[in-house]
């Protein structure tokens, strides 16, 4: 069959056919998406802390600095003496107890089901069944892909917490420092003497740190 063997078709046929116009590109939505959510969330977080310590401190710092700086001539001295006699002694217990009993119990675990409604060009579906729009036109209209999306879900949240810290400390830091400098100076003298005697004794006898958190929670959600 070639072209020539074609019927072109009347112009009474041609005005018989009828077109539906396509909706314009700009009004023409890739993806419509309406999400309606209520989360459903089952959380426990018991928590049980304990912090116990015992400590002995002591920085003793002994520093000295001399410097000359565009000097000519000049002397930076610099003497930092330090005698440190530290005696520290803990004769003691720090106990942490946090006994925790959590019974929790989220028991609801009943999740509502999504609703969605029908759109108003097409009739509601009965169970089981999936229906076509009768109106083949309305399927240009609006956006490409349409979701309405409506989910209900129940939260139970549960966070008990029980912490205990006891602590026995001592801390020294006896701190020695001189520092002598001639900056933009000729013939100059800078001179630092520090000098610290420090005797510190510490003493914790028969001393006990004792910190108790005693939480029992039942909760029911």
């Not at 969330?41 to 001399?66: E, F, Q, R, S, T």
């Amino acid at each position: 069959m070639n072209a020539s063997d074609l019927t072109p078709l009347s112009m009474e046929e041609l005005a018989a056919e009828s077109a539906t116009a396509l909706p314009t590109k700009e009004v023409i939505s890739l993806l419509d998406l309406n999400v309606d959510l209520d989360l459903a969330l089952d959380l426990a977080a018991p928590i049980d802390l304990a912090v116990a310590a015992n400590a002995n401190i002591a920085a003793p710092i002994d520093a000295a600095v001399g410097a000359n700086l565009l000097s000519t001539g000049s002397t930076a001295a610099a003497l930092a003496d330090q005698g440190v006699l530290v005696d520290q002694t803990i004769s003691g217990d720090a106990i942490a107890t946090a006994p925790q009993d959590s019974v929790i119990d989220q028991s609801n675990d009943v999740v509502d089901p999504g609703t969605s409604e029908p759109t108003p060009t097409d009739p509601a579906p009965t169970d089981g069944e999936v229906t076509v729009p009768t109106d083949p036109t309305s399927m240009l209209d609006g956006d490409l892909l349409n979701v309405d999306v409506k989910v209900a879900l129940d939260a139970d949240l549960a966070a008990p917490v029980a912490g205990a810290v006891a602590a026995n400390a001592n801390v020294a830091a006896p701190i020695d420092a001189a520092v002598a400098a001639n900056v933009a100076s000729v013939d100059s003298s800078a001179t630092a003497i520090s000098q610290q005697d420090a005797i510190i004794t510490q003493h914790l006898d028969d001393v006990t740190a004792q910190a108790t958190a005693d939480q029992q929670a039942e909760i029911t959600q």
